[in-house]
């Protein structure tokens, strides 16, 4: 037997919708343990029919980035535009990309 | 009275009377999960309901609903299982009487689904998947809250004690059990039996509880003739709109 705890853990929640290609992350919520959370998530996040596919993972699994360090993660990319791939013409031929 | 329609009134109400039981869940489960889960399952169940009664107003010929034969009976003309009508209690006698009801209900359906009469067989048929993930919860949580913490396994012990003289019902058959196994239209209910037992004692071990010894089975609900008090205040709840306002629509 377990010692008595007040919540269960908190599990983050991946749904792959019907014609997502990938699972997106759509909430969390507290499960007792990966069974019941992927239950708890066919309950609470695909009940309007929103998904094939889920995904559980614990949240202390999960690593940060650390929002204090915003400015030298993110910053640097700002002036760096031409990293987007808007600076060429594509020939009609090639259609929609 | 006609066997088909005794038979369809005792599905129908049985989960009519047990998603009521579970929607007085709504916006007070112990957690938020539950608060969703609980009224999911509750839909399902309603939903059932729909098709059972649709095909008793049917078979009856009277000129009735679904919703006539939900919200115009008394309780006397109820055909619900005695456990059903259970209250909620706490969170481990909803969840143990969830549990013994589903262990039931999803053999039931398997079951219906070969039914001789077509009707039935796809309405168990489409049943049965709702059913198959109701056992599959509820027989989970049996186990997380019995192998849990100490009050968890205390709390789930008690109502095991308490719900268990009501799942034997569902197994002893009458008169309109033998019209419709006869013509294979629903199995006996004791062939379901052993079945059940292997199931509820598999999960019960896993869940550190202990299977009362008692044999005894409180009767009277799936007839009609000795429903328990409780029934009448649900009736009360779930029914005072059609009775104050008759006809009430929006």
């Known amino acids: 037997m377990t010692k008595s705890r007040t919540e269960w853990p908190l599990w983050e929640i991946f749904i792959r919708g019907q014609h997502g290609m990938s699972h997106r992350h759509v909430g969390s919520l507290h499960a007792q343990d990966a069974d019941a959370a992927v239950r708890n998530a066919r309950d609470v996040y695909t009940r309007r029919n929103e998904g094939v596919s889920i995904w559980v993972v614990p949240s202390a699994s999960i690593t940060a980035s650390d929002p204090d360090a915003k400015g030298a993660l993110y910053e640097p990319s700002h002036s760096k535009v031409y990293r987007h791939p808007t600076f060429f013409d594509i020939p009609d031929d090639v259609g929609h990309m | ?250």
């Open chain 2, 1 to 250: 009275m006609d066997a088909k329609f005794e038979f369809l009134c005792r599905m129908g109400d049985s989960t009519l009377i047990l998603g009521h039981r579970i929607s007085e869940w709504c916006g007070k489960a112990p957690v938020l999960e539950e608060d969703i889960a609980l009224p999911n399952i509750a839909l399902d169940l309603i939903g059932q309901t729909q098709m059972w009664l649709a095909y008793a107003a049917e078979v009856e010929g009277a000129g009735h609903t679904a919703d006539d034969l939900a919200m115009r009976r008394d309780v006397w003309d109820f055909r619900n299982l005695l456990l059903v009508e259970r209250p909620n209690g706490d969170f481990a006698q909803t969840m143990t009487r969830q549990f013994l009801f589903d262990a039931w209900h999803l053999p039931m359906l398997q079951a219906l689904t070969t039914s001789s009469d077509k009707r039935i067989a796809e309405i168990a048929a489409k049943a049965v998947k709702e059913a198959t993930y109701h056992y599959e919860k509820s027989s989970e949580m049996v186990v997380a809250l019995g192998d849990g913490t100490e009050e968890s396994h205390a709390r789930m012990q008690s109502a095991l004690d308490l719900l268990w003289p009501f799942a034997g019902e569902a197994f002893v058959s009458d008169t309109v059990d033998h019209e419709m196994a006869a013509t294979s239209v629903a199995p006996t209910p004791e062939t379901l039996w052993d079945d059940y037992e292997a199931s509820v004692k598999d999960i019960l071990s896993r869940a550190t509880l202990t299977l009362p010894k008692a044999r005894f089975a409180h009767k009277g609900g799936k007839s009609g003739t000795m429903h328990s008090e409780h029934l009448g205040h649900l009736l009360t709840q779930m029914q005072w709109l059609q009775r104050a306002y008759p006809d009430a629509r929006w």
